[in-house]
């Protein structure tokens, strides 16, 4: 059992589920409490001890049906079909098992392993003998993998011609003690349909075992690849899961957020208020105060650019502005191709993946059009310039190439001088700025901040430079 | 303490707390272990009734530290009474002379206050919050730490030292060992992933809504006059209505409170007049209000056409 455990605990480690050695530990003691007798008891203990996430709840639940119940139910399944197959009551069933278990007597030592648990009906020692030969096929990769099928390289470990022909042979057998007409005919073809049951049952434990280790394997290094990888060549898969890594952003922004409220919060030690608040005491500060520093809010204007061109970009790009507009009570953020269109309300009524779908479907502007980030921007200065004030942050998010129409760069100048900061994320590399129809070189001399953001890794970065 | 998982189950039972198998057996591994107990779950699905309902199966004494942002040591551990500090060194001005009428000079003075401080630096003094009083607590208890994701990180590393070694320092005093073990109960709300290391320490118990059965036999428990057709239709709305993309799904408490409402309108069954006017114990967002509401009435019509006679008769309960 406790071999079983552990390989148990590694099976959920492969496929992504965090088990620690402490963890293990637990759970075996807590099995030395409860006992392994009763099923669901054991499912309960292994999954409170050793699954501590409830996204993860799933993925044990299933991986437990495959490891612990897997070829055991397949077997029960089996006895009952044949049962049915053969028209025999359970009774009679046994009565059968029993007879032919008296003659695999008589023959010991002639049988192979796996033939006599066949014969017998010995389901523990079949499950057991499938098993190791699995254990040991997944231990010895073979250097000619390729050339035969797993099942072809199980069913020579386990002989299976071998079980075949001694089948065979005892089939002869029965027939030379010329047992009794119906009898020796059901007996007959019971025994192929355990032979035919065996071959169904190992392709099924194959595939069970390839799917416990191939169940969405959460590979480390491809997730690091992944971060580095520009946005531009990402494939639906990255994109699922790249929108872990977003929120996972912005709880980062959050945390760092938090850190810095508390700091300020400790202030610095108040005369004035510290005196007042103890005249009661006569002048004894029993009570100090501290100076705290007002929170200050920030404001967010977001322009993002959702044309064509930075389509993959822009998705990640939304669902972060999406996370900012979470995380402060004043954001607004805006989209822009030619025309520009405010989402913040949408972005409030709606969930993340939603909102940004929305957003880009050209529900608020026409996605179809050429950008242009003059046009844009004159808009903004028209219809909302009166909503920056010394305390707003402007993000604008686009590649910049402005379809050589008029840059209208006074704006970025007229934004710079009123608002607190102007920062400006590229997804195109800072190599190309300024090339073709990029208007970059225009635009950058205004912005506080502008940088290159072409993967994960730099919108980290990117976060430590917006929130320091 | 708990002799076996269906000493739990009928335990909990006598509190009027419906548990299923999964539940009682994390909560028994936790009491036999002595275990701290992670307890994740939707909002309002009893995390936190089960910490006091732990308390009142064993006859212990619940603490209960509620956390938020900004939670330090001082809220959670323990303080130092400066006022009463000192006040007792304004009363005892005379005593504290009589101690320093020896010495010559500024040195020995010191001295002879350091030799004292002990005085100050007691038990005396040292005001016990949540999880001191828990670790000191002359009688075994159970410590309920609710919505731990609430607090930040830092409470959370501070939180790993107590709960692995059930001890903490005090500088001025030493090392203060808990008397017994605590139970602990954690809840979390999922609004922050709690660290591994926390995890690791902890059992893990993620609690759902319950299936129809359960929740009825819930409803039939804490709101015993209710009809058995009302409770009926209840549960079978409020599972349609968890299916819904709702920004708050509805939750046990709620159920409850709506058929408290309800059994106190004096209600056999439902009418839609009857729903719209009291949706809002039920549901708490305007936006949610207004897709409940559709559900609602496809969920009157199918009834209605179950049953293939216009619901004229459905008022009379209303007068």
């Known amino acids: 059992m406790e071999d079983r455990l552990i390989e148990f605990a590694s099976v959920l480690r492969r496929n992504g589920i965090r088990v620690s050695l402490a963890e293990n530990m637990d759970a075996f003691r807590a099995l030395e409490l409860v006992g392994i007798a009763d099923p669901a008891l054991f499912r309960h203990t292994l999954r409170s001890t050793l699954v501590k996430r409830a996204s993860d709840v799933k993925p044990f639940e299933e991986l437990f049906d495959y490891f612990f119940l897997g070829i055991g139910q397949a077997l029960d399944a089996i006895d009952r079909r044949i049962m049915e197959e053969l028209g025999l009551s359970p009774e009679q069933f046994q009565q059968m098992l029993d007879q032919l278990q008296r003659l695999v007597t008589q023959m010991e030592g002639e049988l192979s392993q796996l033939t006599r648990a066949l014969l017998n009906n010995n389901r523990g020692e079949i499950e057991r003998l499938l098993r190791d030969a699995l254990q040991q096929e997944m231990e010895q990769s073979m250097p000619d993998g390729f050339r035969y099928t797993p099942y072809t390289r199980m069913a020579a470990r386990l002989q299976l011609d071998r079980v075949q022909s001694e089948i065979e042979r005892f089939k002869g057998m029965l027939q030379m003690l010329g047992e009794n007409g119906e009898d020796l005919q059901n007996v007959l073809r019971y025994l192929d349909e355990r032979m035919r049951d065996l071959n169904r049952l190992l392709r099924e434990v194959i595939q069970q075992e390839q799917r416990k280790r191939g169940l969405d394997p959460k590979d480390s290094s491809q997730r690091a690849a992944l971060a580095d990888k520009s946005f531009a060549y990402y494939t639906e898969d990255d994109i699922r899961q790249m929108n872990e890594a977003v929120a996972r952003l912005a709880q980062r922004l959050k945390n760092r957020l938090s850190v810095r409220r508390k700091k300020a919060a400790r202030g610095r030690f108040d005369i004035k208020k510290t005196l007042r608040a103890n005249l009661q005491y006569g002048g004894v500060p029993f009570h100090i105060r501290l100076d705290r520093r007002k929170k200050t809010k920030p404001q967010v204007m977001v322009l993002c650019d959702i044309s064509d061109s930075v389509l993959n970009a822009s998705r990640f790009m939304l669902q972060f502005v999406y996370s900012i507009q979470d995380l402060y009570s004043k954001v607004r953020s805006f989209v822009f191709v030619a025309e520009l269109g405010e989402v913040t309300q949408l972005f409030e009524a709606n969930d993340i993946q939603t909102a940004v779908e929305a957003a880009l479907k050209g529900d608020v502007v026409d996605v179809f059009s050429h950008s242009n980030f003059g046009r844009a921007f004159e808009q903004f200065y028209k219809n909302f310039f009166s909503a920056v004030n010394g305390k707003t942050t402007v993000l604008i998010i686009g590649d910049g190439r402005n379809n050589y129409n008029r840059p209208n760069d006074w704006v970025l100048r007229e934004i710079q001088q009123k608002a607190k900061q102007l920062i400006w994320l590229n997804p195109e590399s800072r190599m190309t700025w300024g090339i073709g129809d990029s208007e970059m070189p225009r635009y950058v001399p205004y912005c506080h901040i502008a940088e290159e953001c072409r993967s994960i890794n730099q919108l980290y970065k990117i976060v430590d430079l917006i929130v320091p | ?319």
């Open chain 2, 1 to 319: 303490m708990f002799q076996s998982v269906n000493d739990v189950i009928s335990g909990f039972g006598a509190q009027k707390y419906i548990c299923n198998k999964n539940v009682a057996t994390v909560v028994y591994l936790g009491t036999s272990l002595q275990k701290p107990i992670l307890v994740e779950g939707p909002a309002g699905v009893g995390k936190t009734e089960l910490g006091k309902v732990l308390a009142d199966a064993l006859g212990m004494q619940l603490i209960r530290l509620q956390c938020y942002e900004g939670l330090d040591e001082a809220k959670a551990l323990y303080e130092w009474e400066y006022a009463k500090q000192l006040l007792y060194t304004q009363i005892l001005k005379e005593k504290i002379s009589d101690i320093l009428q020896g010495s010559q000079t500024l040195q020995e003075a010191v001295d002879c206050i350091a030799n004292q401080d002990g005085v100050f630096f007691s038990d005396r003094f040292l005001l016990p919050r949540p999880l001191l009083r828990a670790l000191l607590s002359e009688r075994p208890c159970v410590l309920l730490i609710d919505e731990i994701d609430k607090s930040d990180a830092e409470f959370e590393a501070f939180l790993l030292e107590v709960l692995s070694d059930f001890q903490i320092s005090v500088p001025e005093i030493g090392t203060l060992k808990a008397r017994h073990i605590p139970l602990v109960i954690l809840t979390s709300n999922n609004s922050r992933e709690m660290s591994d290391a926390l995890k690791r320490r902890c059992l893990h118990l993620y609690i759902d809504f319950p299936d129809s059965e359960r929740e009825m036999e819930i409803i039939k428990l804490k709101v015993p006059n209710v009809g058995a057709r009302l409770a009926e239709e209840v549960v079978r709305l409020l599972q349609r209505l968890r299916k819904l993309d709702l920004k708050k799904i509805p939750s046990i408490s709620e159920t409850l409170d709506w058929v408290r409402a309800l059994t106190l309108l004096n209600v056999k069954q439902l009418d839609q007049e009857l729903v719209e006017e009291t949706l809002s114990t039920l549901v708490k967002y305007e936006a949610d209000i207004r897709k409940a509401h559709h559900e609602l009435k496809a969920y009157l019509a199918e009834k209605q056409a179950q049953r293939g006679v216009p619901g004229s008769s459905d008022k009379d309960h209303l007068h």
